[in-house]
């Protein structure tokens, strides 16, 4: 009975996307794909899309990793405030987050850091970081949870062995971090390319500059080119999956 | 040598309590206690996890009790190996060859041996995960060993071992240690473990090392009723000083109105009256045979069968002595003799407290 419940639900739900997907089919034309597959502003969107959704993903996970590692393993003044705040992503929205980073840039001190620094607003620098502020957290809270789920005594053992701290940490709890970290970067990657809110408020939509997938569907709407719209979903789709087909397969190692 | 000197630390409630130990080079010394005892606390300020509020620990004479694990020397062994998943045997085996920089041809001659000892040779190229808890065990000491460590620690080594094989890998582990000449601190909640490994053993609650000596000392003469309690002797009971002797003391056992003599070279912090506890282990109770009069025997009780649990290679017999008060004495017998005695329940006998195996408690 529970067997054929949960079973059903699992099919429910997968015909719910699927049913979403496959009615895009009806507003595209196939020889119009191809046309479009070829245009320059969409070869654009795809490139700009992939660019900031690596770079933010990468920079995302690089500092995912030893901020989850230090929240996992080590105890220090202010953890549980930072523990809370980690969750700030998911409690504003994207756009009230891409908001107060314009806010922030109003203030002297981020004036300071437009002046002397990259300059955000209206920017590829601004997508990059609307991308990587509304992924940051989420990063570290996978992360958090794969090193929590990893015993310590591992790395003691290391130690004890004759292993330094930092050389246990990269040869013993990373590798055995991996099937998390696999999961914390397409989890990243995939909220990155769809990302919208945060980047609108941030680059705006400006095309053939700050044109990313989202956006161009956004500016699509706003057209009430529902072809075009359609098409570029499908794009964002194929591009989505086909990454995190690709990230799933070179970052799964099976130890047997 | 490894030397805990009065090493006191403290973990939420919990508390070490000047904990002060010497094992010497070579020897193998097993801490044996109940769970929440301490022990795993004790290894880890051991093997520098923990930092002690105060004492020291001294290894070979050179004082490591600041010094972080990778620095101190000592291999550590948890209960369950922590064997590295994403590694082979062969790189979890060469771990610490590799960590302090070594080149494994180096160390060839010596992993050959230990390998061929260990009989793990079939298993370099496999994964642990798909070693059996045995298998586990053996490469994980082979991987301590590999490194030549000034001392081994193992953390309860056998719990994660089906009983079938435990046997097996104890005798295994006994003799690497010998051939190894290992100087080796186990700690265990196990007493057959502690009594086949240890050369020297203390017993440690709440904190607290409670005894320690060696181990035949630890086994047959408890110096505390938690120690005796902790080992399962049930045969403790109250008497008094009758009167000192040239090599022991003399105790009325008031409840059977009979005295009992104890050879005890600590007969001086004893005097005349004083309130003693003494005890023997189950197994030293010897029961006398009805057509021999073994006029030799000392504290001799006659007494009355009234149990006797059957349980394989040794069985426990209840045996009731005294008059007024009745006092129940228990005794481990190998089923050969309870089958060449005929012992049956009910049945009359009399029994014997060999004096050199009883013990006293002054608490």
Known sequence: MLKKLTIGITFGIFTLYLLLVLSLFAFINPSKLVQALGSERVLFSVMLSLKAAVIATSLSMLLAVPAAYALSRYEFPGKRIVDVLLELPLVVTPISLGAMVLIFFQTRIGELVQAHGVSVVFEFPGIILAQFLTTVGIAVRTMKNTFDGISPRYEMVACTLGATPPWAFLTVTLPMAKTGMLAATILTFAKCIGEFGATIMLAGAMPMKTETLPISIFMRVGSADIEGMALMILILLSVGLSVLFVLRFVLTVKYD | ?363
Not at chain 2, 151 to 158: I, Q, T
Not at chain 2, 235 to 262: C, M, R, Y
Not at chain 2, 319 to 337: L, P, R, S, W, Y
Request: hydrophobic share 40%.
């Open chain 2, 1 to 363: 040598m490894i030397e805990f000197r009065s090493i006191s630390a403290a973990a939420g409630s919990f508390r070490l309590d000047s904990i002060s130990l010497k094992i010497p080079r070579g020897d193998c010394h097993v801490i044996v206690g109940p769970t929440g005892a301490g022990k795993t606390f004790l290894l880890e300020t051991l093997i520098g996890l923990r930092s002690p509020e105060s004492g020291a620990i001294l290894l070979e004479g050179r004082e490591i009790t600041g010094f972080p694990p990778h620095k101190r020397q000592i291999a550590f062994v948890p209960q369950d190996t922590c064997l590295f998943p994403t590694m082979t045997v062969r790189d979890n085996v060469l771990y610490g060859v590799r960590a302090n920089g070594i080149e494994p041809t180096e160390v060839a001659p010596f992993l050959e041996h230990l390998v061929e000892f260990l009989r793990i040779g079939h298993l370099l190229d496999r994964w642990p995960q798909n070693l059996s808890g045995g298998e586990k065990q053996r490469v994980a000491l082979a991987r301590a060993l590999v490194t030549k460590p000034v001392l081994l620690v193992l953390d309860e080594p056998f719990s994660a071992i089906d009983h079938s094989f435990r046997e097996e890998i104890r005798r295994l582990l006994k003799s690497l240690l010998e051939e190894f000449r290992m100087t080796t601190l186990i700690v265990t909640h196990d007493h057959d473990e502690a009594f086949f490994l240890g050369n020297h053993i203390s017993i440690m609650m709440d904190g607290r090392i409670l005894q320690s000596g060696s181990r035949d000392d630890i086994y047959s003469y408890p110096r505390s009723f938690a120690a005796a309690s902790f080992f399962g002797i049930k045969n403790v009971f109250p008497g008094k000083v009758l009167e000192i002797t040239d090599t022991g003391v003399v105790l009325l056992w008031e409840s059977v109105h009979q005295t009992v003599a104890v050879p005890c070279r600590c007969r001086h912090k004893y005097a005349a009256g004083q309130s003693v506890h003494f005890g023997i282990r189950p197994e030293a109770v010897y029961i006398m045979r009805a057509d021999k009069r073994q006029d030799e025997k000392k504290n001799v009780f006659p007494g009355i069968i009234t149990k006797i649990f059957l349980r394989g290679k040794m069985h426990t017999l209840l045996v009731e002595i005294g008059f007024e008060t009745k006092i129940q004495i228990e005794i481990d017998i190998h089923d050969a003799a309870v089958r060449k005695m005929g012992l049956q329940e009910q049945m009359e006998i009399r029994i014997s407290l060999e004096p050199k195996w009883i013990f006293l408690i002054s608490e």
